[in-house]
């Protein structure tokens, strides 16, 4: 079945780059999501990639997809503390009905 | 504002008391789902819903059930919850059709219980 890896924690400092990484085992995902989970808040949106795509860049974040691989990276530039939370890697399949979540990563951002 | 609403935000309850996790959304999407969110194991879904009247198992449907009787709605129900179903769960929904299937989130329902 699939199944999604993150690592649980990354911690930099406010002004670095934060990378999150993201590996998959279904080589037929269509799309592949970043999730943000701010404390005490559901999940939002940050961005996605379509399958046939290698990269997308949105203002501060850069997705990295190496299909070869199964890896999925979040680069986050100049990191803030608002940018502190948990992101979550995800992927779905050919079909609508399922998007499969990692176990999520914890950023912590320090001043 | 475009939403989706989950109720009771936070409960307590005990073991075998029948209840009812509400979930509901004014975007007008085909899909819903529900998820559950425990340490370490990230999102797991639970039940999902393509349309009115049509529902399918998650990866872990035991325990609950759900109904789809109008397209707003899709509750999650415990008929005799026991403590391992204690955890966060989350509700979302999604259009079929364009924005790379987005799925918005409620803002979850603690669960507790004893």
């Known amino acids: 079945g699939e199944d999604v890896e993150q690592s649980l924690f990354l911690s930099v400092r406010e002004g670095d780059s934060s990378v999150i990484n993201c590996t998959y085992t279904d080589s037929s995902s269509t799309y592949l999501y970043w999730y943000k989970q701010e404390p005490g808040a559901g999940l939002q949106l940050l961005t996605y990639?379509?399958?046939?795509?290698d990269m997308k860049q949105d203002q501060r974040l850069t997705v990295l997809l190496n299909k070869k691989d199964k890896h999925l990276s979040l680069r986050i530039a100049d990191t803030q503390t608002g940018d502190s939370a948990i992101y979550f890697c995800a992927e779905r399949g050919p079909g609508f009905q399922k998007l499969v979540f990692g176990t999520g990563t914890r950023l912590l951002v320090s001043p | 504002e475009a939403q989706v609403t989950q109720n009771p935000r936070y409960l307590i309850t005990v073991t075998g008391k029948k209840l009812t996790v509400t979930c509901s959304q004014n975007m007008n999407h085909e899909y819903m789902s529900w998820y559950r969110q425990d340490p370490g194991l990230g999102l797991r879904q639970i039940y999902y819903s393509m349309n009115v009247e049509v529902t399918d198992k998650g990866d872990v449907p035991e325990g609950y059930k759900v109904s789809r009787k109008e397209k707003r709605n899709f509750p999650l129900i415990l008929e005799s919850p026991s403590p391992n179903q204690t955890s966060l769960y989350f509700c979302a929904s999604s259009p079929l059709a364009g924005s790379g299937g987005e799925l918005f989130f409620g803002e979850g329902s603690r669960l507790t219980v004893l």
């Open positions: 990639i379509f399958s046939n795509m």
